[in-house]
């Protein structure tokens, strides 16, 4: 079990703040840009975004590439027993805990370029750009590829870096299977990256990850960045509703047992349960088997996961009450079976002061416009704030869109994020003279 941290405030060195690199200190924006559109080449979606999910052969693929610019950018490899890659630039101090930043590779089948995978490059732009100005730290700064972010091929979200946080254990996470039964553990070792490190054993001075809102709340505000002061909670309920196959043509209507239906109803009741909480509660399915899924016979069987959210512990307990309370009730009048299976979800969290702090001053001394806001989407970082100090920063994205292949930022609002990084980093492992 990993040690629970004492969550400490990460003191701003003043000396270190004297030195902090003044406004001029920045990023390689075009550099970043084209490590971008390069790792965009691999897993390619089919509307100009991308499908490079979780221990596929372009996960595979994308892994090596990002391996390949860290050691070239002289940083010493990682790797752990879930494949959670570590790329560390050495620091002054080597009994120093290191500073880590970074975020995930893997994206949704209908992803975008930069969910993840701006937190990961933009963390790796950090070393270029610290190693182009000469820049020593006492901390070493380590840049992470977190395993299975997304949680569509194996649920839940998060699923590796829960797992170095403590909160899964690694034999759960390798019985995971995906819809064709293949084995979490069995495709990590079938595309070469699981690593022999022991998941977890890792102690992190801080650990900060960059990443696009997902929302649309700082573009239509016109800020630049994001200073995340909490994370909203998440809870998945698996539900499967049974009744009868049956003709659709040849069946009476009153004679139907049709799970189809029946979910049908419940989804309604999820948007209402939602709603009942606004502004902030947020609730849906995203994920929807039908058995048999023939156009001619009625389901006997539907299995979906509710997606319910809020900044509020207590909502979320109310809305997965709610759920099994009017789903089974609309499953008692319609005849049908329904079971109910919580697959994943985590509390609010709310990240370290001192992390959320650096963050601030690094966005004010840099001069960009910025507000704090709460993460309406989970992240790795969710899970890594319960073992080190932990906040993020967001940039806009275009629309608010993510989880679609047209997912867009411009190149301002990555220079603006990693900028931000840097500074917040650079205040954290302390620059050395
Ligand atoms: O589900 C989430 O919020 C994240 O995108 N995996
Ligand atoms: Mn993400
Ligand atoms: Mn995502």
């Not at 590439?65 to 050691?71: V, Y």
């Given at each position: 079990?990993?040690?629970?941290?004492?969550?400490?405030?990460?003191?701003?060195?003043?000396?270190?703040?004297?030195?902090?690199?003044?406004?001029?200190?920045?990023?390689?924006?075009?550099?970043?840009?084209?490590?971008?559109?390069?790792?965009?080449?691999?897993?390619?979606?089919?509307?100009?975004?991308?499908?490079?999910?979780?221990?596929?052969?372009?996960?595979?693929?994308?892994?090596?590439?990002?391996?390949?610019?860290?050691?070239?950018?002289?940083?010493?490899?990682?790797?752990?027993?879930?494949?959670?890659?570590?790329?560390?630039?050495?620091g002054t101090?080597?009994?120093?805990?290191?500073?880590?930043?970074?975020?995930?590779?893997?994206?949704?089948?209908?992803?975008?370029?930069?969910?993840?995978?701006?937190?990961?490059?933009?963390?790796?732009?950090?070393?270029?750009?610290m190693?182009?100005?000469?820049i020593k730290t006492k901390h070493p700064v380590?840049?992470?590829?977190?395993?299975?972010?997304?949680?569509?091929?194996?649920?839940?979200?998060?699923?590796?870096?829960?797992?170095?946080?403590?909160?899964?254990?690694?034999?759960?996470?390798?019985?995971?299977?995906?819809?064709?039964?293949?084995?979490?553990?069995?495709?990590?070792?079938?595309?070469?990256?699981?690593?022999?490190?022991?998941?977890?054993?890792?102690?992190?001075?801080?650990?900060?990850?960059?990443?696009?809102?997902?929302?649309?709340?700082?573009?239509?505000?016109?800020?630049?960045?994001?200073?995340?002061?909490?994370?909203?909670?998440?809870?998945?309920?698996?539900?499967?509703?049974?009744?009868?196959?049956?003709?659709?043509?040849?069946?009476?209507?009153?004679?139907?047992?049709?799970?189809?239906?029946?979910?049908?109803?419940?989804?309604?009741?999820?948007?209402?349960?939602?709603?009942?909480?606004?502004?902030?509660?947020?609730?849906?399915?995203?994920?929807?088997?039908?058995?048999?899924?023939?156009?001619?016979?009625?389901?006997?069987?539907?299995?979906?996961?509710?997606?319910?959210?809020?900044?509020?512990?207590?909502?979320?307990?109310?809305?997965?009450?709610?759920?099994?309370?009017?789903?089974?009730?609309?499953?008692?009048?319609?005849?049908?079976?329904?079971?109910?299976?919580?697959?994943?979800?985590?509390?609010?969290?709310?990240?370290?002061?001192?992390?959320?702090?650096?963050?601030?001053?690094?966005?004010?001394?840099?001069?960009?416009?910025?507000?704090?806001?709460?993460?309406?989407?989970?992240?790795?970082?969710?899970?890594?704030?319960?073992?080190?100090?932990?906040?993020?920063?967001?940039?806009?994205?275009?629309?608010?869109?993510?989880?679609?292949?047209?997912?867009?930022?411009?190149?301002?609002?990555?220079?603006?994020?990693?900028?931000?990084?840097?500074?917040?980093?650079l205040?954290?492992a302390e620059i050395v003279?």
């Amino acid at each position: 079990m990993v040690k629970i941290y004492a969550l400490h405030k990460v003191e701003y060195a003043k000396e270190t703040a004297m030195a902090a690199p003044g406004e001029n200190l920045k990023i390689n924006p075009d550099r970043l840009w084209d490590s971008l559109m390069e790792m965009a080449k691999i897993g390619p979606g089919v509307a100009g975004g991308n499908n490079r999910q979780t221990l596929t052969d372009e996960d595979a693929e994308g892994r090596a590439l990002f391996q390949k610019w860290c050691e070239e950018a002289g940083c010493t490899m990682g790797l752990d027993t879930m494949g959670n890659m570590f790329a560390q630039r050495d620091g002054t101090d080597p009994d120093a805990l290191p500073v880590y930043v970074g975020s995930h590779l893997d994206t949704q089948p209908t992803g975008g370029k930069y969910d993840g995978v701006l937190g990961v490059l933009g963390g790796l732009e950090l070393l270029r750009t610290m190693n182009d100005l000469g820049i020593k730290t006492k901390h070493p700064v380590v840049v992470t590829n977190w395993t299975n972010e997304e949680g569509t091929r194996y649920a839940p979200a998060m699923l590796s870096s829960g797992v170095f946080a403590g909160i899964h254990t690694q034999e759960w996470a390798y019985a995971k299977t995906d819809a064709e039964g293949l084995r979490f553990g069995d495709e990590l070792k079938r595309i070469g990256w699981q690593g022999d490190e022991e998941v977890g054993a890792r102690k992190m001075h801080a650990f900060f990850e960059l990443h696009i809102e997902q929302g649309p709340i700082l573009e239509a505000e016109g800020k630049d960045i994001g200073v995340v002061t909490h994370g909203q909670g998440l809870s998945w309920t698996q539900v499967t509703v049974t009744g009868k196959d049956a003709h659709t043509g040849s069946t009476p209507m009153p004679m139907r047992k049709n799970a189809g239906l029946g979910m049908a109803r419940m989804l309604e009741a999820v948007d209402q349960i939602a709603w009942s909480h606004a502004p902030h509660a947020v609730g849906a399915a995203g994920h929807i088997e039908v058995y048999p899924n023939s156009r001619n016979v009625i389901p006997g069987q539907v299995i979906f996961t509710v997606d319910f959210r809020s900044p509020d512990l207590s909502v979320i307990e109310d809305m997965e009450k709610r759920l099994r309370v009017e789903g089974q009730k609309i499953a008692d009048d319609m005849g049908l079976e329904v079971a109910f299976e919580k697959v994943g979800g985590f509390d609010p969290v709310a990240f370290d002061e001192g992390c959320v702090s650096a963050i601030r001053s690094a966005a004010e001394r840099l001069g960009y416009s910025h507000m704090d806001v709460i993460s309406g989407a989970g992240h790795d970082a969710c899970w890594i704030n319960g073992v080190a100090p932990t906040a993020m920063v967001m940039c806009p994205c275009v629309d608010g869109l993510s989880h679609n292949e047209a997912e867009e930022i411009t190149k301002e609002w990555a220079k603006a994020g990693a900028d931000v990084l840097l500074h917040a980093v650079l205040e954290t492992a302390e620059i050395v003279k």
